[in-house]
């Protein structure tokens, strides 16, 4: 990050007021570690009992030098949640949640989900937890169902997969 951070700053290197500042000091280190959508970074600024119009400023100054970007916690979140197992309806919903607007959002989804076969990972997600398929009793069919449906698949999808129709 201190790379990132110094050409952000840009040349010469110089701390000044940036040193004093405990809103930006501190959003920079919640960034060093992951990355976080606009509005997750506020929230977890107000609750530290900054200022909003000083949360404010600090958060345009991180987005002047692209140090906080949407876009980017977007497409980063979109594809953790494609690695993880998860379906497009859940990586979608966590997207919104976190402030990140909807257009973005889909975009962020659809490009981490292009060329990923949705019916096998579903599979493979309900057979890792529940066994082989062809061998689920109803009930543990309908647990499958839920499952699946709480991981983010759509409805027809999961429907084709456990029952075959």
Same mark, same amino acid.
């Given at each position: ?12 290197? /110089?701390?000044?007021?940036? /040193? ?6 501190? /959003? ?115 647990? /499958? ?21």
């Amino acid at each position: 990050m201190d790379g990132v951070l110094r050409a952000a700053l840009g040349p010469p290197f /110089a701390l000044g007021d940036w /040193a004093l500042d405990p809103a930006r000091d501190k /959003a920079l280190k919640l960034l060093a570690r992951r990355e976080h959508s606009r509005r997750e970074l506020e929230r977890k600024l107000l609750q530290r009992k900054f200022s909003p119009e000083h949360i404010e400023t600090t958060l345009d100054w991180l987005v002047e030098r692209d140090l906080l970007s949407d876009a980017r916690y977007a497409r980063l979140a979109a594809e953790s949640d494609h690695r993880r197992g998860m379906g497009p309806l859940r990586a979608r919903a966590r997207l919104l949640r976190a402030g990140v607007n909807e257009t973005m959002a889909e975009s962020a989804v659809a490009g981490a989900f292009a060329d990923a076969d949705q019916a096998a990972t579903a599979r493979a997600q309900c057979e890792r937890r529940f066994g082989p398929l062809g061998e689920l009793s109803r009930r543990d069919q309908q647990r /499958a169902y839920r499952f699946l449906l709480q991981r983010g698949f759509r409805p027809e999808l999961v429907r084709d997969i456990l029952f075959g129709r």
